[in-house]
């Protein structure tokens, strides 16, 4: 899967990698920046989601495309799509001129449209990634938790540098008897869950 990163993809992967690297220190208002997950999470989050039960994979918080780019090569290699939301009107612009250049536009659907009013129409979920704004962490989750099917993944990111926001949804979650779950220290930290 990631011997062989379609030139396409990692030609774009390279160029928001770049956009995310200025925009941290270029003055860029917090909303607009990118804010990407690292490299090495989006390795594993596209492992992940390839080793997930047969279904879409779900991500919250497209941005500019880059996770959806990971998890888009984990679509290809298992057969599956990838449904990404994207709130902001220039996020999302961005992510679907990344989807066109990407070449991945038969594997990836752009929703213009905040995840907890859309989520509801999905069918069972495979993988879900959420990495939106963390104040709404909580709620995303309770949205997605039943979504899943059984065996289905959920990773949430920031986990260990949003800690102390996210506290109420990471104890709910690690408690939660429909799941086994963890925090993964990786990139800035993994809350992974696993429907029982
Ligand atoms: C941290 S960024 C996502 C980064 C992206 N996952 C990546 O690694 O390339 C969070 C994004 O979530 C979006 N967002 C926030 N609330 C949302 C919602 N309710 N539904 C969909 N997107 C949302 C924000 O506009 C922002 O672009």
Redesign the pocket.
């Known amino acids: 899967m990631f011997h062989t990163i379609p030139p396409a993809i990692a030609a774009r992967m390279r160029f928001?990698e770049a956009l995310?690297k200025q925009d941290r220190t270029d003055g860029t208002p917090r909303?607009l920046?990118?804010?990407?997950?690292p490299a090495e999470?989006?390795r594993f989050l596209a492992l992940l989601a390839a080793a997930a039960p047969p279904g879409p994979i779900v991500?919250?918080?497209?941005?500019?495309?880059?996770?959806?780019?990971w998890l888009a090569l984990a679509a290809r290699a298992t057969g599956r799509r990838v449904i990404?939301?994207?709130?902001?009107p220039e996020?999302a612009a961005l992510a679907r001129e990344t989807f066109r250049l990407a070449e991945v536009e038969d594997v990836v659907e752009l929703?213009f449209?905040?995840?907890?009013?859309?989520l509801a129409d999905q069918m069972q979920i495979a993988f879900a990634?959420l990495?939106?704004?963390k104040e709404?962490y909580a709620e995303?989750y309770e949205v997605l938790a039943p979504r899943l099917a059984p065996g289905g993944l959920l990773a949430a990111?920031?986990a260990i540098n949003h800690r102390p926001t996210l506290q109420p949804m990471l104890d709910r979650a690690l408690s939660d008897e429909r799941m086994d779950a963890l925090i993964v220290p990786i990139g800035q930290g993994v809350l992974l869950c696993r429907r029982r």
């Open positions: 928001l995310d909303l920046r990118l804010r990407q997950v999470t989006g991500e919250i918080g497209a941005s500019g495309g880059y996770s959806a780019l990404t939301f994207e709130v902001l996020k929703v449209a905040d995840a907890r009013q859309r990634f990495d939106a704004e709404i995303c990111d920031n």
